[in-house]
Each structure stands twice: as C-alpha cells, then as structure tokens.
RNA sequence: GCGGAUGUAGCUCAGGUGGUUAGAGCACCGGAUUGUGGAUCCGGGGGUCGGGGGUUCAAGUCCCCUCAUCCGCCCCA
C-alpha cells in the first residue's frame, strides 16, 4: 500500500498547482529561447547508461532500477534524461537535420536510493539539450536559461559555479598527475576516496570528508592543465556569461556525477537550501556522448534540474507562484426535479470558458450551498424552484453576500462577464 | 550500502508499571433548517493498532524478526 517509488509529495493541494505553474513557465521560458519538447521513453535497454553514465558512476552501478522483459531483455528505467535524447536524436537520423538542434523536456526520472529530504526514488527533472554547436556561447545560452528560469521564479541566493573538465585529449595526463599527487596522501584520505583513486581519482575532488578535503586544497587541479582548445572554450563560456550579465563563481573541483562531460561543467546552488539538496540544476557539455552510442560525432550541451528541489527552494523563501485553484462559478439545484437542467447549464458555463463546479450528490440546498463556499467558489447559481417557474435563475455573489434572479437567458452573458 | 528516529481513523496525535466493546481534535456524512453561507448544537460512519512470530489467563503496550517512511551519511537533481 506504500508508494514503491516515493516522489516527495506531501501537500498535493499546494504543490499541484505550484507543480503545473513550474512546467507551465519553463515551456514557455525554454521555447521563447528557440527549444522544442521533446518525449522520450521511460524505460531504455540498460546498455544504454551504461556505456554512456559510465560503469563507475553511482548511479550506474548501484542507482538504476533494472529488470528484464518477457523477451529477456534487460531494461532500466532512466536515471537521467539525455542518454534517451541522444539515442532518439541517433535512432531518427535528427543529428543530420541541420544546425540549432534544441530541445527540452520535463520528464520523471529514477534513481534506487534511500529517499529522503530533497531525494527521491522517482524525481521530476526539467531539462534540454543542444546538439552540433560547438560555439562557448551555447553554453553560456544553457546557463542562462537555467538561472535566468530560476530568477523568474523569484528564486534568490542563487549561485552559478562553473568549471572545464577538460576533454579526452588533455584529461588523461591531468588525471595522471592528480593520481600521482593523491598516491602520494594515499593513507590521509579517507577510505571512500581511496577507493576512487583507481576508480575514478577526479571524484576525490567533490569529497565533503573534512580528511580529503585537507589534501584536495592543495591537489592540482583540471583547468591549469587544460589544453589550448579547451583553455580557449572555457575562456570563451566566461566572457558570453559576462556580456550577459550572469555571475558565476569558478569551482575548479566541481566534477560532475556522470562520467561523460567534456569541458564545461556546472551546477547552480540555491543556498537558502541546505547541503547536498542546495544544487537544484547543473549540467555541462558532453561533445562524446552521441558518438559513444553509435552516431555521428555529434557537440551537445545540456542541463537537469530537479522540480522537487525547486519547490523546496521556493518554499525556503516563501515564494509562492500559484494559489489552488477553484472554480468560478457552481451550479445548484432547489429540488431534484431540477438537478438536469443545473447539470446542462454547467456544461454551457464551461463551453463558454467559465469554470464550474457541479455537485453530482441530490443534497439539500443548504448543503450544496456549504460545499460550495467551502470549495472557494465566487458565485453559486440555484436552478429550479419558483424562480425556475418564472424562467431566471437565482446567482449568488458568495463575496460580497448578495443574490439576484436573473433570466435564464442572460445568466451565461452575466458569468462571462464577472 | 551505513547510522538514528518513527509506524494507532482520511489528517495530526493521545493511549503511566500489560487488564472490558481502542480514544480526541480536525475532516467527512446526517439532523436542527419541507428553499439559502464559513458559526453553533446534537447525532453518525469509519481502525488488519505497518506485517509476522513469541511470552502471558490477557498484548496497541513486553521480546524477536521483518517491512515502510522520515532524518543524516554516501551520492545525486
């Protein structure tokens, strides 16, 4: 009887028409800069993440929710959202339609963790990608869009950090330095990190363990060993955020959970938030990753940003973007004779775009009455009745407390009007 | 995967040292009101006490196991 996919959902009054305003604005933010949605499955054979997340990454290795079909196949639910745009963007031959391939999605995600605060088995990221632009400044457009949406919400305290990651043609020898330098603090760092030295040495840079965190200040680090084509894009991300205006911090041991970024990395925090939970979007270039899946060599950039964290985000700072909605208008009905005619006039009042409320239960009027003020509703009409006789219906103004017979012709011009 | 806390009505919770048919507030339903408002009063429906096992004449209560959730860690959005 208990979610087996908890999705931090407590409140589902408030949080559903925050939730739907949050979708709502980042379509129309994320189509007002040239992107188009994009649907992609919810389930991708587990190969997929695994040659592209990497076979060290968390999430890979012991966060994918896998089973196997009928026909044997093993499959995953998604833990992140572009593998499954790159494997469309392949399967459908889109890479080859042109430049300015961008889109955006809002999709569920799925992660086996232990949920809590901020964390959840099955999370909401919104997201999007740009394919076959190399140019620093599709970066920089990417981070833009993504703190520019949060400043629309509201949202404050926000921080961008931004670091290069490098590219497999500089990255190798840096990371033989690093493992050099970390051999040599081997027994200072803590299990964990010794652990990632072999397996994934750039990862001890992120530690929070006050012990690693000791030797990483003085360990070498990815952008002073950048190669010329890489130093030249960061330079460039650095100058387009500028002209725009966008403060940026740089973290030059920000390193990302999935193993197939190249150059650019970012997160942005929201530090009204605490911790872990403060990132509430980050992303970064990835120009391997359609090539690694069998398509043409392919740039691409993109960022995740988790909903439920946005909403704790807003929630920390009072932000409040929609109120529960209720409906304009209830149609009511004196006797059961008339509860027909009350239900067809509903059904006219939202036609013509009013919204309305029909109580389906015959109660007594008092009731209905009570129902409907306590649902927020701004007029009740009453059909039947010795005004229906007479051919009017009673409207009630719940606000102001004044009532009104009104021709049944006129009720529909009356309620579009209000 | 590790550590801590918590599981009793739809929700929030109460149920000293075991002891009748397990309670409250809110919510819901009905009535007072044969046709009119958020209040009030009266009444009502709702429970595998997370699940399983054990101890006992007797378990919501004690013991063991298990599951789930929440919080923290790891990691992530």
Redesign the pocket.
Known sequence: ????L?T?FSNPVYDSATWVEIKRRYAQWAELHGYRYIETPVVESTGLFRRTAGET???VS??MYTFEDAGGRSLSLRP?GSASVCRALVQHGLAASGTGLKFYYTAP?F?A?????????Q?T?LGLEVFKETDPSADAEVIAVLYGFFRRLGLGQLTVHINSVGSPACRPAYRDILVAYLREHMGQLSE?SQRRVDVNPM?VL????PRDQEIVAGAPVMIDHLDEECREHFDGVKAALGALGIPFVINPRL????DYYTKTAF?VTCDSL?????????GGRYDGLVEQIGGPSTAAVGF???I??VILALESQNIRLAKPRSAHAAVLY??EGAKLEAFALAARLRETGVETDFPY?S?????Q???A??S?VRF?L?V?????ERGEV?V????N???EAVPKDRVLEMLQQS
């Open positions: 009887m208990d979610d087996v908890p931090g990454s968390d999430i012991k966060e992140e995600m992660r963790e232990r949920p809590q605060r901020g964390r959840y088995r999370h990221q964990d990862r992120d530690s929070k363990d390193v990302r959970g999935l997160e605490d911790g872990a939970i403060k990132v509430i979007g980050g995740g940003s988790g439920e964290r004196f006797d239960r109660r007594g009027v008092s009731k009455l009570q129902a003020v306590k927020g009740a009453i039947g009745g010795e005004e229906g009673v009630k103004d719940l606000l407390r004044t009532q």
